[in-house]
């Protein structure tokens, strides 16, 4: 069986770190007991080494090729995807009565790490899917929920987002789609989109297109957006398939990574208009949209953050296997060759990979515990808490992990050497499906921009003070412990100067916007390490109170290495942060001020 994810790590989050027991209190979760999470767990990791793993190397040397009239994939792909939907992974987390499993979101979300760590781009076509149908019922009306959604929960549709165009990308508000009513509550839309991922195959029998558009008439900027479905197919009422809707594929793209996912250039209306339908009411589509926005963003820090794991668990394995050299200590040519793990760069580069593999999984998973208590939390006052700071945190769930598990694979390449840059090993594939984590969902630089402009702003908001409030009650459990006090007091430290840097940039901004903004995404930086380490540090408590009341042998080790890494994190990952906030404090304007013609 392929090794996906470290199966300890991924209880130890769930079950010790973040109690997803506890859930079962909540009467939606009162039919299912824990045995029903792991056996879902199990479920999805044998489905993922089974149907995924296999073609993700093949996925990625042979791409999906366009002949004119249909797109052709990898045959593996189809078997994957159904066995995906008929494992009920697309519907798990709605209603029984939706024909879903009421799955937790936590649990939903640590199922679908292994899928990623299988086979990310296959995976892609399920985790668009789960997103779209999501938007769908959230703000569909009945008949459209009724012709479509069932289909998506069960595998007969897919889904897209349609949000790009060959020249907007993040400006959403400068987009040219235009949708023309047909005097039947229909639309017929016109327009380009491009980089859509999922945007057209042969899986399913249908896709729907959720797509932004201005209807004709409608106010120019974010304020004339509005949302349509677009199925590929018409549907007639009794669900059968019906004739080609105005939608063609011009062509496909070909990237770097996620090679098995295609990614599409569509036309909307190359004839007499692709027949859309309203989502919610008009001109209010872009705030829809965030919804299936902001799941992928979580949803993309935790691809990066499994694909980061993975070349954690390549490049260790390698290390432990791998012979060469002698410690420098050791002046004797003739003595056997030590394993390369024992080499103090190497474990150096190996811890890294760890505190930033396992920091991005506990992050994303965390987040999820957030949409949960979002919809499910008992009190009105925690749901709204839980959506405010997870509102705040949304930018660097999504930034973090795309960095930061990106480095990790680029330090496994680093730990194989010469063998890391062959293509006889998973690393430099890894590396180039990372590498797009950064870029879709929002660039660094977007993510930047909305925390520090949008969620803090000159005067803040309630997620941070809801940050402020859940970091300092960490802080005050570590409180005498040996090792977590001194780990809280180096937290506390870098909580202060993030504390600092917020005020100093929240009156920049106040005074000029474009000054304030300028360093936006170190800024993000900044807080995205804060955060990663107050994850770290909440890790560290729970393992240092399992060392102290006499861990199994077995779990010893595994506690040590949480406690480890935490120590590491706070040395070396927060230390440096005081330096590049003081140069934000103050008000630098290096990018500011460089022009255009002096590059």
């Known amino acids: 069986m392929a090794k996906l994810l470290n199966d300890r790590d991924i209880e130890f989050q769930l079950y010790e770190v973040l109690e997803t027991e506890s859930l079962l209190q909540r009467p939606r979760y009162r039919e299912h007991d824990r045995a029903i999470f792991d056996a879902t767990l199990s479920t999805a990791r044998n489905i993922a080494a089974e149907y995924f793993a296999p073609h993700n190397q093949k996925g990625d040397a042979n791409e999906p090729t366009f002949d004119g009239q249909k797109v052709t994939l990898i045959p593996e792909t189809k078997p994957a995807w159904d066995a995906f939907a008929d494992a009920g992974f697309l519907a798990s987390h709605h209603d029984f009565d939706e024909g879903g499993s009421q799955l937790p979101e936590v649990v939903l979300r640590a199922s679908m790490a292994y899928f990623n760590a299988a086979n990310v781009s296959s995976t892609a076509y399920s985790f668009l899917t789960i997103g779209a149908a999501n938007l769908l019922k959230s703000f569909g009306s009945d008949e459209l929920k009724q012709k479509y959604l069932a289909p998506m929960?069960?595998?007969?549709?897919?889904?897209?987002m349609a949000l790009t165009e060959p020249d907007q990308g993040s400006a959403l508000g400068d987009l040219r789609t235009l949708a023309k009513p047909a005097g039947d509550g229909s639309y017929r839309l016109f327009g380009n989109k491009m980089y859509i991922s999922g945007g057209d195959h042969e899986l399913t029998d249908n896709i729907i297109h959720m797509v932004l558009a201005r209807i004709e008439g409608a106010p120019s900027g974010v304020r004339g957006i509005s949302l349509f479905l677009v199925p590929k197919f018409h549907v007639n009422d009794d669900g059968s398939r019906s004739q080609r809707n105005d939608v063609a594929l011009a062509g496909l793209l070909h990237k770097m990574g996620y090679r098995n996912t295609t990614s599409t250039v569509l036309n909307f209306g190359e004839k007499d208009g692709a027949v859309g339908y309203l989502v919610g009411e008009p001109n209010k589509g872009l705030g829809y949209m965030f919804q299936m926005m902001n799941e992928a963003r979580i949803g993309v820090g935790l691809g990066a953050a499994t694909l980061g794991y993975q070349s954690y668990l390549e490049a260790l394995?390698?290390?432990?296997?791998?012979?060469?050299?002698?410690?420098?200590?050791?002046?004797?040519?003739?003595?056997?060759?030590?394993?390369?793990?024992?080499?103090?760069?190497?474990?150096?580069m190996l811890l890294m990979q760890k505190?930033?593999?396992?920091?991005?999984?506990?992050?994303?998973?965390y987040a999820s515990t957030l949409v949960e208590d979002a919809n499910t939390a008992p009190d009105e006052s925690e749901r709204k808490a839980a959506a405010e700071l997870l509102d705040l945190i949304t930018p660097m769930v999504k930034t973090w992990p795309s960095k930061y598990g990106l480095m990790a694979s680029d330090l496994g390449i680093q730990v194989l050497g010469g063998a890391g840059y062959t293509r006889e090993y998973l690393l430099e594939q890894l590396y180039r499906d990372n590498r797009l984590n950064p870029i879709h969902e929002g660039t660094e630089g977007i993510q930047g921009l909305d925390l520090l402009g949008r969620k803090l702003g000159p005067k803040g908001g309630d997620g941070y003070a809801e940050f402020q409030r859940r970091i300092l009650s960490t802080l005050d459990q570590a409180t005498g412990m040996e090792t977590c006090g001194s780990l809280a007091s180096q937290l506390k430290n870098a909580l202060s100067t993030l504390q600092s840097v917020t005020s100093?940039?929240?009156?920049?901004?106040?005074?000029d916007p474009d000054h304030g903004l300028s360093n936006a995404t170190m800024?993000?930086?900044?807080?995205?390490?804060?955060?990663?380490?107050?994850?770290?540090?909440?890790?560290?408590?729970?393992?240092?109170k399992a060392l102290a009341s006499g861990a199994s042998e077995s779990d010893e080790a595994f506690y040590k290495g949480k406690v480890h890494a935490a120590r590491y994190f706070m040395s070396w990952e927060l230390a440096p942060l005081e330096g590049y906030a003081r140069l934000l404090s103050e008000g630098n304007r290096s990018n500011l001020d460089m022009q255009s013609d002096w590059f």
């Open 523 to 544: 800024y993000l930086d900044i807080f995205g390490k804060i955060l990663v380490g107050w994850v770290w540090l909440k890790q560290a408590i729970v393992a240092e």
């Open 355 to 365: 505190a930033y593999a396992e920091g991005s999984m506990a992050l994303c998973l």
């Open 153 to 160: 929960l069960d595998g007969r549709y897919s889904g897209t």
């Open 317 to 348: 394995d390698y290390a432990r296997d791998r012979p060469q050299g002698r410690h420098a200590s050791n002046k004797d040519p003739d003595t056997p060759q030590v394993r390369i793990v024992e080499h103090a760069d190497v474990r150096r």
């Open 504 to 511: 100093d940039l929240q009156q920049q901004l106040s005074v």
